[in-house]
């Protein structure tokens, strides 16, 4: 009687998509992905806390929260009523929120990559030392300076 072993056939491209998610660039992306989207809260909170009172106090009060258009249902005076009602609206200030939003992450990233390039740079114009020769490069160039005096 012989035994017989069944195997699972795996696809090709099974492999090839393992060689893609280990290489270090597609994980470095989704640590990054992955820490944009923490970031991502801490910039919301400071645009709709921090920033957005201001840009209202400034502007006379005028909440961007509350900025919107009712297309179509009974016209109400904050974004939540109007959405509770069932208005359909078109809502500007959630929009404006979101374009501020944007324009800080831009800013922290722009700086954030302007000053790791600034450190990448200053590391690779130090030039490294170059490697402690090996034992038999030592034993070598003893036996060429042993050579050289002998033949004089």
Do not use: C, Y
């Not at 970031?39 to 920033?51: E, G, H, N, P, Y």
């Amino acid at each position: 009687m012989s035994e017989t072993k069944h195997t699972l056939h795996t696809p090709g491209w099974v492999g090839d998509f393992q060689k893609f998610i280990m290489r270090g660039n597609v994980l470095d992306l989704a640590v990054g992905v992955v820490i944009g989207a923490a970031f991502s809260a801490i910039v919301s909170s400071a645009v709709k806390d921090i920033l957005t009172p201001f840009i209202g106090l400034l502007t006379g009060g005028v909440d961007f929260s509350n900025l919107f258009i009712t297309l179509k249902g009974p016209v109400k005076d904050t974004l939540a009523e109007a959405q509770k009602a069932g208005a359909v609206t078109v809502n500007i200030g959630v929009f404006l929120n979101a374009v501020i939003q944007f324009l800080i992450v831009a800013f922290f990233i722009f700086w954030l990559t302007r000053i790791l390039s600034k450190l990448h740079r200053k590391e690779e114009a130090t030039p490294a030392a170059p490697p402690a020769p090996t034992k038999e490069e030592v034993l070598l160039t003893e036996i060429r300076d042993l050579l050289a005096k002998k033949s004089v």
